[in-house]
Nanobody, 124 residues
């Protein structure tokens, strides 16, 4: 499966963006999908994940209550709705796919396919 992340951009603090992770090559319905982000000088960190059957893992504390992950298997796409954006949400956001049984969706090592990343910049 190949992943294409999109939807990033420049937004003011308090605004919203919706990121999309579109899959090609294979159906995404058999994969768990996660969103991670990486700010300059920092390690890549978990944001949110959704299981193959639509269950969501607990969100990162920093985004809980503001971000929502969802999937549309008919469109082979996973979304990350980001509301009430903060300056500290600025990062490159990556989506990734994990095969069933790959392990916890919290960890980057569970994922074998990554999208190219989309930049999210939150301004004051």
């Amino acid at each position: 499966v190949q992943l294409q992340a999109s939807g990033g951009g420049l937004v003011q603090a308090g605004g919203s963006l919706r990121l999309s992770c579109a899959a090609s090559g294979r159906t995404l319905s058999n994969y768990g999908v996660g969103w991670f982000r990486q700010a300059p000088g920092k390690e890549r960190e978990f944001v949110a994940a959704i299981t193959w059957n639509g269950g969501s893992a607990p969100y990162a504390n920093s985004v809980k209550g503001r971000f929502t992950i969802s999937r549309d298997n008919a469109k082979n796409t996973v979304y990350l709705q980001m509301n009430s954006l903060k300056l500290e949400d600025t990062a490159v956001y990556y989506c990734a796919a994990a095969r069933l049984g790959s392990g916890s969706l919290y960890y980057t090592r569970s994922y074998d396919t990554w999208g190219q990343g989309t930049q999210v910049t939150v301004s004051s």
